[in-house]
């Protein structure tokens, strides 16, 4: 495909010439205001972070390895459980699409750099400070806070000082997200190539677009939520204080209005890269892309009406019951959509399988099952029956870890060589796949059962007969974290160093859009003057 006209031969003309205009040492990255440094900043960052949560996550499955106490006690596992959750939510999946999307949107689109490039900055550095603030929570007087990640009152109203800590670095994080979301919706709106209009972007763009809003909308919310807990806590209101006329419920509406939108915030730009590697390996263009386009505008709309599906236990009247529990089925529907798209775009096209439609495929699989027990945990009956029990676990943990977490390493194997300008080893690419595919239904899978027999969640201790299916998910959970020390260190690391095979300017036979335009690795700036788009050539590049 030869989508570019004008700018092509310009870049790769300056290939050599680019690079030294890139500043050296530290400087480059402290200052940094390149949307490709920021976006590795970024994804960095979310990976110290994934290595962070992980960690505090195994000492969880430690712990639940066998029945009594081992390791930990049952004050210190409810600050893990805590942490666990925040950490991998703010510090890793949120701010690793981030990063794609520094990475990836200008390339996608044409545009020179992002629109703010020292907000851009900006919204980066602020994560350290929260995220330090998060850590440093544990080695404060009583602890890190141990409320859940929903920070749910009444318990919020008895943490230690670590709890206004905490709540200090979700703002912090907030501003950041609302920053970088206002940042990509004027770089997509304002800077796109001429040629190529809304219709003709890639999806991994529109996804972005949509969760961009997404972000602006319910951050707010979560950021209102916390400071009533903040001024319940040191200010006498009683916004969730029964005895002056609050009511902890209400606390649990304004999360959750935030909450629901914010699972589909980390799972859209996943639909994004999807649909961005089905295609390539597929060597088709994808089915039904304006149809993708609806469906992921529509879950977006819908996110918004259906919260109260998390809270079916806390005494809803039936008719409440009903509405949300009809409102989340009918989310159901344009994510089908999407599966079916990816489905019918690998249908008679001449597949091959390298690591990243690995990924995807994997992730098409498993993220259908979290989403079947999704929809069953919408029906209010059943939810009644498993809320709060490893069934909700094993539910989400195969929509964010397999959702999000394959569709990321899919497309960190599809764009590493445009990052790196070298190829990573197909073999240990694929070991990564399967290692990190067993390892994680064997932690994960056992979870389903261990919740339909009645193990309630965030529970230290349990009796005897839910020993072996325990054991199991420990076991797989070690597997699984291992699996990713791995990938950082033989797959990543030599890339970054510049060690492998050089990799050509397309790597990928079937890859498609301006991104593959460009030399690898990438000029550190591209498309200084706009690329003309052709008309033949902006149909394919969804």
């Known amino acids: 495909m030869s989508a570019v006209i004008d700018s092509h031969g310009h870049v790769a003309g300056h290939h050599d010439h680019e690079h030294h205009h890139a500043p050296e040492g530290w400087r480059r990255w402290v200052f940094a205001t390149n949307h490709k440094d920021i976006g590795t900043l970024y994804l960095l960052f979310a990976f110290t972070m994934l290595i962070f949560g992980g960690i505090l996550a195994l000492l969880i499955r430690a712990e639940l390895f066998q029945p009594g106490l081992q390791i930990v006690n049952p004050e210190l596992f409810n600050q893990l459980t805590t ?24 390339l996608q689109i044409g545009a020179p750099d992002m629109a703010f490039a020292r907000m851009n900055n900006f919204s980066f550095w602020l994560m350290i400070p929260a995220a330090s603030m998060l850590g440093s929570t544990f080695f404060m007087p009583g602890g890190a806070p141990a409320t859940g990640w929903t920070m749910y009152a009444p318990l919020t109203m008895q943490m230690g000082p670590s709890m206004d800590v905490a709540i200090f670095a979700m703002h912090i994080l907030g501003a950041s997200s609302i920053m970088g979301s206002i940042n990509i919706v004027v770089t997509i709106l304002n800077m796109r190539a001429p040629g190529m209009t809304l219709m003709k972007m890639p999806m991994f763009v529109w996804t972005w677009l949509i969760t961009a809003y997404l972000l602006i909308a319910v951050m707010p919310v979560l950021a209102g939520a916390i400071t009533m807990t903040l001024t319940d806590r040191h200010f006498g209101t009683t916004f969730f204080n029964p005895a002056g006329g609050g009511d902890p419920i209400m606390f649990q509406h304004i999360f959750w209005f935030f909450g629901h939108p914010e699972v589909y915030i980390m799972i859209l730009p996943a639909f994004g890269i999807v649909s961005q590697v089905v295609p390539a390996f597929a060597r088709k263009k ?23 599906h998390h809270m079916y236990t806390t005494g809803m009247p039936v008719t409440g ?32 399988f390298e690591t990243p439609m690995l990924f995807a495929v994997g992730f098409i699989f498993v993220f259908t099952m979290g989403g079947f027990t999704g929809l069953i945990l919408s029906m209010a009956p059943i939810d009644l029956q498993l809320q709060d029990g490893y069934y909700v676990v094993a539910h989400f943990h195969y929509v964010l870890v397999a959702g999000s977490l394959f569709a990321m390493f ?7 060589p445009k990052w790196t300008g070298v190829m990573y080893k197909e ?11 067993i390892s994680f239904n064997v932690t994960f899978f056992p979870m389903h059962f261990l919740g339909l027999a009645g193990m309630p969640r965030r529970y230290a201790d349990y009796p005897m007969q839910f020993a072996d299916f325990n054991a199991l998910a420990s076991v797989g959970a070690f597997a699984f974290g291992i699996a990713q020390v791995y990938f950082f260190v033989m797959v990543i690391l030599p890339c970054m160093r510049g060690q492998g095979e050089i990799a050509p300017q397309r790597p990928w036979e079937g890859a498609e859009g301006l991104e593959w335009e460009v030399p690898s690795p990438a000029p550190f700036h591209t498309f200084e003057v706009p690329p003309k788009l052709n008309d033949e050539a902006t149909k394919v590049i969804g």
């Open 83 to 106: 942490m666990h959750g925040l950490i991998m939510v703010f510090g890793a999946i949120m701010p690793a699409f981030v990063g794609f999307a520094n990475w990836m949107i200008p």
């Open 321 to 352: 019951q009903l509405f949300f529990m009809y409102a989340t089925m009918l989310i159901s529907v344009p994510t089908g959509v999407k599966v079916f798209n990816w489905i019918a775009t690998m249908w008679r096209g001449s597949m091959t």
């Open 410 to 416: 899919s497309g960190i194997y599809y764009w590493l």
């Open 427 to 437: 073999s240990r690419g694929k070991l990564h796949f399967w290692w990190t595919l």
């Open 286 to 308: 994808l089915f039904g892309y304006s149809s993708m386009v609806y469906a992921t505008a529509s879950i977006a709309i819908l996110s918004f009406i259906v919260w109260a």
